[in-house]
């Protein structure tokens, strides 16, 4: 029996069962005019994606998503996010509710309800910060390398390489 506020484990069976979801930055704004990166992780493989954005609108929240998880993975069952408000308005509920993804939400005062991204967040800005040294305004630019190293990464706690467990 659990006690209140106590958290409980998150149970995933399935690839994109369940995505999770949060906003890094603001980074140095890039020529490209992005000062943000969504995060889009799913639970079970490890698998992240990292896109470029120029705020954290939910117009914004919403074309990343149909782009680059909606058009490559299909819709979700759940999707997890904290409680910002790029998540927590009508533009993503309609959005949820267009392609049947129940939305959750982490705990207020837990994080870590949202632990993988949470952590990704803290990869990509320790990448960001270590090799855009001379110029800040390109680091949009190398994200798609940071993911591959991320990806092929093996993590020892669950011998799993995201880009293996995702093929």
């Not at 992005?34 to 954005?53: E, H, P, Q």
């Not at 919403?62 to 490559?72: F, G, H, S, W």
């Not at 009508?90 to 952590?119: D, W």
């Amino acid at each position: 029996m659990q006690t209140p506020g106590e958290l409980q484990p998150i149970i995933v069976s399935e690839p994109f069962e369940i995505v999770s979801i949060d906003f890094a930055g603001p980074f140095p704004g890039t020529e490209n005019g992005n000062k943000y990166i969504l995060v889009i992780a799913d639970l079970l493989t490890r698998w992240v994606d990292a896109v470029g954005a120029p705020n954290t609108t939910s117009e914004t929240t919403v074309d990343i998503l149909e782009k680059r998880l909606i058009a490559y993975h299909g819709s979700p069952g759940k999707l997890l996010s904290d409680n910002g408000a790029a998540f927590t308005n009508q533009l993503i509920n309609a959005f949820c509710m267009n392609h049947g993804i129940k939305q959750v939400f982490s705990s207020p005062y837990h994080p870590e309800t949202n632990g993988m991204t949470e952590r990704f967040n803290r990869t990509i800005k320790a990448l960001i910060k270590a090799y855009t040294t001379e110029d800040q305004s390109k680091w949009d630019l190398h994200l798609d390398l940071y993911l591959y190293a991320y990806r092929t990464a093996c993590y020892a706690r669950y011998w799993n390489w995201p880009i293996i467990a995702q093929h």
